[in-house]
């Protein structure tokens, strides 16, 4: 939409895009579902897997990552789940210990 302001709020204020595949969505996805217990969307997804994959360092950063929107309907959520590499796979994100300063809201 031409008249939305929607672009220049990005310009003034992103810093950085990172791209991601959709393996990386997926395993987000079900990184997620299996270790924080929350069903998100792709569009969730897109800043965890952008950590994940190594294409958003935030070691040592004090970061927020928003989880909003469930939009994915159930026969995808299965078929992730039926697909899974977890708890084998690499989710694990940065500083998650019983003493860090990261929680879901």
Do not use: C, M
Not at 22 to 34: Q, S
Not at 72 to 83: N, S
């Amino acid at each position: 939409d031409p008249d939305s302001p929607t672009f220049e709020i990005v310009r003034q204020h992103v810093r950085r895009i990172a791209v991601v595949s959709e393996d990386d969505l997926r395993e987000a996805i079900r990184g997620v579902g299996y270790h924080e217990k929350l069903i998100i969307e792709g569009a969730a997804a897109a800043s965890i897997a952008a950590v994940l994959s190594g294409k958003l360092d935030v070691r040592g950063k004090r970061v927020a990552i928003v989880l909003s929107g469930a939009n994915i309907d159930l026969p995808a959520v299965e078929r992730f789940a039926q697909r899974s590499q977890l708890p084998t796979s690499n989710y694990q994100l940065p500083n998650k210990t019983p003493n860090s300063q990261f929680q879901i809201w």
